[in-house]
């Protein structure tokens, strides 16, 4: 059996829908046939709507400009780092409309790979959508700046700081972890600040079990020694409202990730079980409710409906379930 990998996204999905997990985790394929499933599955599981878009633009902005001048000891120009993600803007724009994402990899486009939902859907993106995202992306990198700014200067100040810190342990011989940090640093005393920006006006307060199942993964992966629940401050930053939520850690909270982790991966277990080629998506039982199917990377796929334009596409032809 393939091990289980067990993250906070992957938990929430599985509880939904065990099919769109299948599909993501499973039957994606980046090096699949152009016009096979699987390949148009990886890149429907890529593909951004605007809001997601605005998004992932304000997280790269901050990783690649923001914290290296921080780990330098220094603030980073604000209006440079506005500017960065506007170009940034228009390169993966270019990328997406161009689509280039049907020959080039991501490792080879760098940061201009990008596949937009509606270049693939064939409906295109208007200039108006672009100032907007532009503008969009600018106000949460003001924000970051103007509500934010105390937090930026602790994280200066810190002993450790990383961006985007990736964390994979092994639970025990079946399940894997694995965590994605927006921001973690470490000041005196051992204490752990981790923080989660959120880029969306949907009501903060929503990134709670995401950041304990954080804790959870520097507390156990041994990141850093003689780490207690109570060594950490976690973070909740909304740069669009600028608002700031803060949660505390406790014994309690430990235990209810571990519950997740015992009971998720229960879920999970039959979609590792198998090689995958032993497997279709029926296999697997679809989203009860018709909600969950509204946000659904892959339901262009899963219910049949891609567009005429990717019909249209020669080798693009395939049977569909
Ligand atoms: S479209 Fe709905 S049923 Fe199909 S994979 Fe997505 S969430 Fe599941």
Redesign the pocket.
Known sequence: MTRIKWNHNLDRIVR??L??VF?GDRYAHPNGKASSPQRQVFLLKQALDLSAWRGKLVHTAIQKKVIPSLQKDELPDFLEVQKWASDLVDKQRKFSQAERYNFESKTSAGEDYCVLYDDYRGSGVGIEEIEEVKREVKFALENLEDFFIKLLIRARKAIKLAGELEIRFSIDERIRMEAILDMVFQEDDNWIVIVDWKVGDALTGNAREQLFAYAYALLKSGWWDRLRCEDFELIEANLITGEQVKYTFTEENLADVDDRIFTGSQLLKPIYEHPVKDNIPEDFA??ESPG??EG?S??EI??GSLSEKAFAQPGLQFKLF
């Open positions: 939904m829908c099919r769109r599909y679809s989203a969950s199917c659904c892959v339901r899963c219910n």
